[in-house]
């Protein structure tokens, strides 16, 4: 089975801050890992996904991933963070043969000025 | 290409009645996965399905249903609805299933009173 976990429901940052988004994963066998941020009265959309390719994933609108084995974690990150950016951001793992995705309970990122 | 399409995208109900959703994927995707989202159990995994075919389900009650067509457009339905139905659906679609990228759609609000 899969679950993830990600800390803290609501992050805010300044605008040109660093965003950094947690989550950590547990699955039984080698995940899939996603992140995908829905804007308001939207659906999700893919940032980015980790594929056991590489570690360090690059997805798009500036965020990236890393994927350690060793802390169960993939955190998504931003150098510096935009307004536009403000949105809820979830984390999920696929796994086991199937398609189905475990969400995590995601991240409201607010951006001040 | 175009995205995958959801209708309707507000649908209201009252208790006891039936609702149907439809969703019609990316061209070329052939899994359509469905996906419930509420503020309390956040985004939960309904069912799957690939060539006319349920190959994978979430644990939601037997009034929830699916089934997809030839040209892999999908339909889900919802008897004897509850309150507690009131939720974002969405819909997503990949290529094969499996470890494939979901691409969601907009989603259809259901409210139910």
């Known amino acids: 089975a899969q679950s993830v976990t990600q800390l803290g429901s609501h992050v805010s940052v300044s605008e040109g801050a660093l965003v950094l988004l947690r989550c950590n994963y547990s699955?039984?066998?080698?995940?899939?890992l996603f992140w995908y941020v829905q804007y308001p009265n939207q659906g999700l959309q893919l940032l980015l996904k980790?594929?056991?390719?590489?570690?360090l994933v690059k997805g798009i609108n500036g965020f990236e991933a890393e994927f350690k084995k060793s802390e169960t974690s993939f955190h998504l990150t931003k150098p510096s963070a935009h307004m536009s950016d403000a949105a809820e951001y979830f984390c999920?793992?696929?796994?086991?043969?199937?398609?189905?995705?475990?969400f995590g309970t995601g991240t409201q990122l607010k951006v001040e000025l | 290409k175009a995205g995958v399409t959801q209708t309707p995208r507000y649908l209201i109900k009252t208790r006891g009645q039936q609702v149907t959703l439809s969703c019609s994927p990316i061209?070329?995707?052939?899994?359509v996965s469905w996906y419930q989202q509420t503020p309390g159990q956040g985004l939960q995994f309904l069912f799957e399905?690939?060539?006319?075919?349920?190959?994978n389900k979430g644990n939601f009650p037997g009034r929830f249903s699916g089934r997809q067509f030839s040209n892999s457009r999908s339909e889900m339905n919802v008897s004897t609805l509850e309150l507690g139905d009131s939720a974002l659906y969405l819909c997503?679609?990949?290529?094969?299933?499996?470890?494939?990228?979901?691409?969601f759609g907009p989603g259809t609000r259901l409210t139910v009173l």
């Open positions: 997503a679609s990949s290529l094969q299933g499996g470890k494939d990228t979901q691409y």
């Open positions: 699955s039984s066998v080698p995940p899939y």
């Open positions: 980790y594929t056991s390719a590489a570690t």
């Open positions: 999920a793992v696929s796994g086991g043969g199937g398609n189905k995705l475990t």
């Open positions: 061209s070329g995707h052939r899994s």
């Open positions: 399905y690939f060539s006319e075919t349920q190959r």
